[in-house]
């Protein structure tokens, strides 16, 4: 049982990869690639551009299709609409429609999620706090920095409560001050049970999952609590157990 899990809730695979594997051309993408994602856990998976990383999201999510293995989803295998809702996921490429404002862009993808009118006037407002966007709400998408685009596709992920959050590079672009409290709400989510699995370049963040997975070559080349594969690898970070795991 993990030990974030809120007392007495009840354990649940959220997540279960097996074996998938992808290739393009004749490159492999995803190859044997396998893990379990549970309820109140935090996962990260780390590696370069290209290692395979959103294309194991689209795999996952019924975007793309692989060639062999399994993905279950909330026990489903996707493209599943009935579970849609309980799934937030933030893709790499913001898709916001950009003539609208940041409320708007709320509301329309609040709606989709099945959320009544009243929840949504409370949920919008406090996912627009946890990103600092509340003074941007009603200005078009169109005149967003780039790291904006990345807070307002967070905010839309964490509407309605989803039991597993995908986030795929969330912190792009995002300060290091702003990035801290994102990290905080993901924790305090974690801690409420929420499955979070999210990919990034940020070694520190890597730092504070749960589990980490090295992806390389579209191989997961080590999966383990940071503590155990800095130790594994007798190193002080996992920026260190990256290095050191990519040169065997």
Not at 73 to 95: C, E, K, W
């Amino acid at each position: 049982m993990s030990k974030h899990s809120p007392r007495g809730m009840q354990m649940k695979t959220l997540l279960h990869l097996q074996d998938l594997q992808k290739s393009f051309a004749y490159q492999k993408v995803l190859d044997h690639v396998g893990f379990d994602l549970q309820t109140g856990e935090i996962i990260g998976l780390i590696g370069p551009s290209g290692a395979g990383k959103s294309t194991m999201i689209k795999t996952m999510l019924g975007m793309e299709k692989a060639d062999s293995g399994m993905a279950l989803v909330l026990d489903h295998t996707m493209p599943n609409r009935q579970i849609l809702g309980d799934i937030g996921y933030m893709a790499q490429s913001d898709a916001l429609y950009e003539a609208l404002s940041g409320q708007e862009n709320l509301e329309f993808f609040g709606q989709l999620k099945g959320l009544s009118k009243k929840v949504l006037k409370d949920e919008t407002a406090h996912v627009a706090q946890v990103v600092d966007l509340t003074e941007h709400l009603n200005k078009d998408v169109s005149g967003y920095s780039g790291g904006m685009k990345r807070r307002l596709s967070l905010a839309i992920a964490l509407l309605g409560n989803p039991q597993l959050l995908i986030l795929d590079e969330p912190t792009v672009g995002i300060d290091p001050s702003l990035r801290k409290r994102i990290w905080q709400e993901l924790i305090a989510l974690r801690d409420k049970g929420v499955g979070i699995l999210v990919t990034t370049h940020v070694m520190d963040e890597a730092e504070l999952t749960d589990k980490v997975g090295l992806l390389l070559g579209g191989k997961i080349i080590a999966f383990d609590t940071p503590k155990n594969l800095k130790e594994g690898y007798g190193v002080s970070s996992i920026e260190e157990v990256f290095l050191k795991a990519e040169g065997e």
